[in-house]
């Protein structure tokens, strides 16, 4: 991959600021180093927006401590951030992905709070803030993105008035009473708000996100409208309660614009016929079963990937189904491994994975064709159009877009999506076959019923769920999010 100087006065009209960039470092245990696609819906959704547009995607290597220029990587310019050795330790193991994440996903596993993992995740919104500053031009449009950031917004406003500032959250934001644990609510709101448009992937989002700040500050919420009082930014003064009357106030837009794919790049794909061929040989080197059913996710405790396998488990133990007629491929990426509950998490579910194929496995049919590793997009695309059924359990997800990735593949308007209703997707995609993951028994018959789903009610389906997922990708996504964000420019109001 060329790596191209930028020179030190470049700046750019377009900022998209991220945790991760959309390569990421990778060192082998040889010493040898190379760039990777990162893992995650994020990249995924903003990789297409950002090769479409002039602009620079700031964000973190993925190693500590490592230096780099900045460099064009497939057409994005791409502008890495130092993190030290500590500050991945504090700011992204500990408090972005050890308190913020399990606190936004529902408290699944309990999130930890320190104040140094805060104090470490102040300087680092702060440092991506100087650099979103440095390298924005005049009037530039600035676009934060997740969790990993949300101080941002009003640190780069503090910084540089003139910019227009988007804030896009991938993730839930959780009720209040859940949110409301955090020791920093108040600072997390407070930077959000420095935003001109804060997006959510729900309704619901964006609702618990106006209850936060009328609960925490007290301003009026109109929805999607948030009045914020003008005192609050430049003269770094805390404004508390509803703008009062004279007084001027600026206003931030909080409302849902849910994320998607490059649909159309992902049925091109499954359209190829080495992709198809690729697809046959799966199935064939399954030992062709009567359904194969397919989990891909990150290996994370949110994804409900125990629930699943308890489901698949059962119905073995009960007879109702054989390996011979169904199998289970679960795709379960690396993610977060030096963080404890993760740890965890692997030991438990590769137990689990050992223990249904021990019991149920014989010498030419496996039960669980478990892999612990990602694979590139062909493999994936292929594995789409290989699965009879597509597994998504999240107990909590802020979209998944796994489940749209399936839907786009089936150009054959074949195969069958069960959805949790947990996941932010299930707004859309009603015409998959929503299940409570928590409900086990309920989840095995959704397993039964959509291994026995007649092929025309199979069509009817996926047609839907396509339809859905073709009109709103991602270009319109990242197209309406930048239109409201244009027309929020500066909107100021004066209280009568
Ligand atoms: C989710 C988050 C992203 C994150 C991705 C991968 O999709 O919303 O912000 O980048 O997971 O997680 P990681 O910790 O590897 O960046």
Redesign the pocket.
């Known amino acids: 991959m060329a790596e191209v100087q930028v020179a030190e006065h470049e700046s750019y009209p377009f900022v998209v600021i ?3 960039l959309p390569v ?1 470092r990778v060192i082998k245990p040889d010493g040898s180093a190379s760039w990777r696609p ?7 959704a903003l990789e297409p927006v950002m090769r479409a547009r002039v602009g620079a995607w700031v964000g973190w290597s ?1 190693q500590p401590d490592l230096d780099f220029a900045p460099f064009d990587s497939d057409g994005i310019r791409v502008v890495p951030m130092r993190l030290s050795a500590l500050e991945v330790q504090n700011f ?1 193991e500990g408090f ?2 050890d308190t913020l ?1 399990p606190l936004y996903h529902d408290v699944i596993a309990p999130p930890t709070y320190h104040r140094d993992w805060w104090e470490t995740y102040v300087e680092v919104n702060q440092r991506f803030a100087d650099t979103a500053a440095r390298i924005s031009s005049p009037g530039a449009v600035v676009w934060v ?4 950031l949300q101080l941002v917004p009003k640190m780069l406003r503090l910084l540089r008035p003139d910019l227009t500032i988007g804030f896009f959250n ?2 839930p934001f959780p009720p209040y009473g859940i949110y409301s644990q955090l020791p920093w609510r108040t600072q997390i709101i407070e930077g959000l708000l420095g935003a001109d448009v804060i997006g959510f992937q729900r309704l619901a989002d964006a609702n618990n996100f106006s209850r936060a700040v009328r609960r925490l500050k007290g301003f009026v919420t109109k929805n999607p409208i948030i009045e914020v009082p003008l005192v609050d930014e430049s003269e770094g003064v805390r404004a508390q309660g509803p703008v009062r009357r004279g007084q001027e106030f600026r206003t931030v837009v909080a409302k849902q614009f849910p994320i998607s794919i490059d649909a159309a790049a992902y049925e091109t794909l499954a359209r190829t016929p080495a992709i198809q061929a690729r697809a046959r040989q799966i199935r064939e080197d399954l030992g062709n079963p009567q359904t194969i059913m397919l989990g891909v996710d ?1 290996l ?1 405790y949110t994804k409900g990937i125990g629930h699943r396998l308890k489901a698949y488990g059962e119905l073995l133990a009960d007879g109702r189904i054989s390996v011979e007629d169904v199998t289970l491929v679960q795709v379960a990426s690396p ?2 491994e030096r963080v404890q509950t993760y740890m965890h998490l692997r030991d438990e579910i590769e137990l689990t994975v050992g223990r249904i194929n021990g019991d149920f496995a014989t010498i030419s049919h496996t039960a669980i064709s478990y892999h612990h590793h990602g694979y590139p997009r062909d493999e994936m695309v292929a594995l789409y159009l290989a699965a009879d059924v597509m597994l998504v359990t999240a107990l909590r997800d ?1 979209m998944n ?1 796994v489940a749209k990735e399936y839907v786009a593949t089936r150009f054959d308007d074949d195969g069958v999506l069960i959805l949790s209703e947990f996941a932010g997707a299930a707004d859309e995609l009603k015409r998959a076959m929503l299940i409570n993951p928590h409900d086990i028994d309920g989840l095995k018959d959704a397993i039964l019923a959509a291994i026995a789903m007649p092929k025309r009610d199979r069509a009817a389906r996926m047609r839907a769920l396509r339809r859905r997922v073709i009109e709103n990708d991602v270009d319109k996504w990242s197209t309406e999010f930048l239109r409201v964000l244009n027309n929020s420019r500066g909107a100021r109001g004066r209280k009568d």
């Open positions: 991220s945790n991760r990421d990162s893992p995650g819906g994020l990249v995924t993925g992204y972005s992905n994440w993105h997740d969790y990993q991938h993730i990150r994370d993610s977060r802020g877009l």
